[in-house]
């Protein structure tokens, strides 16, 4: 098993900038290099949809378009954790935002992912 929590959530004014870390930890974690990462979002009324992933290796960073130039999706495989920068915030990327991993390839799909965090929220006020 990988146990994943994530922190960096809160309110902030569009324009604001938030960063959500998640940390890895478990029986089953030889290390977060093992894995391709990804953070996705939902929002009341709405499905889980993907926002960015990453790669093992760290050489691939994918994009939701609607986040593009605004989110950075990184890792520190040393301390087991990644993370996602957010700046420029605004009012529709307010949701609860869930972190997660996978082995084998990437996925922009949530059902692909075998391990998920409890979710935080952000709340962006126009």
Not at 26 to 31: A, D, E, K, N, T
Request: aromatic share 12%; hydrophobic share 30%.
């Amino acid at each position: 098993q990988v146990q994943l929590v994530e922190s960096g959530g809160g309110l902030v004014q569009a324009g604001g900038s938030l960063r959500l870390s998640c940390t890895a930890s478990g029986r089953s974690l030889s290390s977060l290099s093992d894995y391709n990462l990804g953070w996705f979002r939902q929002s009341p009324g709405r499905e889980r949809e993907f926002v960015a992933l990453m790669d093992w290796s760290g050489r691939t960073s994918i994009y939701v378009d609607s986040v593009k130039g605004r989110f950075t999706i990184a890792r520190d495989n040393a301390q087991n954790t990644f993370y996602l920068e957010m700046n420029s915030l605004k009012f529709e990327d307010t949701a609860v935002y869930y972190c997660a991993v996978r082995g084998g390839t990437t996925s922009r799909n949530p059902p692909d992912y075998n391990y998920w965090g409890q979710g935080t929220q952000v709340t962006v006020s126009s």
